[in-house]
T-cell receptor, first 112, second 112 residues
Framework: KAGVTQTPRYLIKTRGQQVTLSCSPI?????VSWYQQTPGQGLQFLFE???????NKGNFPGRFSGRQFSNSRSEMNVSTLELGDSALYLC???????????FGPGTRLTVT | QKEVEQNSGPLSVPEGAIASLNCTYS??????FFWYRQYSGKSPELIMS????GDKEDGRFTAQLNKASQYVSLLIRDSQPSDSATYLC????????????FGTGTSLTVIP
C-alpha cells in the first residue's frame, strides 16, 4: 500500500507571497492532519480534516488555512508569507481520528 | 503545563544496552498513546501504539502505559547505532476532539 505523499518536497518563496501544499493520504484513510515542525518549537498542530470537515484547529493565525476534498486529498495554504513560516510542513493520515497517524515525507518551505 | 512532556536528552547508551524513554501527559482522559521515531531530516515514523495499561512488546521495543500515573515509556532492548534518532511521544484524548499532542522529543544516541 502506498504511503502518504506530499508535494512539493521543497519550496522557496519570498516574503508576502502565498503557497499551497498538497497531501495525498494512504488509500482508505479519511483523516488528514497538518503539522509545522521547526527546530525550536517541535511539532505544532495546524489543523485536522475528516470527511471534508475541519475538526480541530491549532493556534495559528488565519493566514494558515486548509481544505479536504472528497477523495480525502488535502491542501493547506499559507498567505502573506513571513520569514518565520520557514519550516517543515508535515501531513499525517489516519483511518479516522484517534487512530494511528502516518506521516508523509514533508514539504520543506523556505521563506526569504 | 504542556500536554505532553519528555526529557529532551540527549540520552546516550552503549550498543547492546537498554534505552529507556519517558513521557508524561496532563489530560487524564487520554486514551491513545503513540511512540514515533524521527531520524534527522526525515519525517516521524510510527513505532508503537498502546491503548491499555501495562506493557506491549514488538520486537526489541516495549511500550509501557500507566494511566494512574499519567506516564508512558518506551524501552529499546539491545540498542543499535541505527536506533540513534529523536523519539516523539504522542497522546490523543476525546476531551480535545482526538487531537494528537506531541512531546518535543528525546534525542537518543547509541554509542558503538
Amino acid at each position: 500500500k502506498a504511503g502518504v505523499t506530499q508535494t512539493p518536497r521543497y519550496l522557496i518563496k519570498t516574503r508576502g507571497q502565498q503557497v499551497t501544499l498538497s497531501c495525498s493520504p494512504i488509500s482508505g484513510h479519511r483523516s488528514v492532519s497538518w503539522y509545522q515542525q521547526t527546530p525550536g518549537q517541535g511539532l505544532q498542530f495546524l489543523f485536522e480534516y475528516f470527511s471534508e470537515t475541519q475538526r480541530n484547529k491549532g493556534n495559528f493565525p488565519g493566514r494558515f488555512s486548509g481544505r479536504q476534498f472528497s477523495n480525502s486529498r488535502s491542501e493547506m495554504n499559507v498567505s502573506t508569507l513571513e520569514l518565520g513560516d520557514s519550516a517543515l510542513y508535515l501531513c499525517a493520515s489516519s483511518l479516522a481520528p484517534r487512530y494511528e497517524q502516518y506521516f508523509g515525507p514533508g514539504t520543506r518551505l523556505t521563506v526569504t | 503545563q504542556k500536554e505532553v512532556e519528555q526529557n529532551s536528552g540527549p540520552l546516550s547508551v552503549p550498543e547492546g544496552a537498554i534505552a529507556s524513554l519517558n513521557c508524561t501527559y496532563s489530560d487524564r482522559g487520554s486514551q491513545s498513546f503513540f511512540w514515533y521515531r524521527q531520524y534527522s531530516g526525515k519525517s516521524p515514523e510510527l513505532i508503537m501504539s498502546i491503548y491499555s495499561n501495562g506493557d506491549k512488546e514488538d520486537g526489541r521495543f516495549t511500550a509501557q502505559l500507566n494511566k494512574a500515573s499519567q506516564y508512558v515509556s518506551l524501552l529499546i532492548r539491545d540498542s543499535q547505532p541505527s536506533d540513534s534518532a529523536t523519539y516523539l511521544c504522542a497522546v490523543n484524548s476525546p476531551n480535545t476532539g482526538n487531537q494528537f499532542y506531541f512531546g518535543t522529543g528525546t534525542s537518543l544516541t547509541v554509542i558503538p
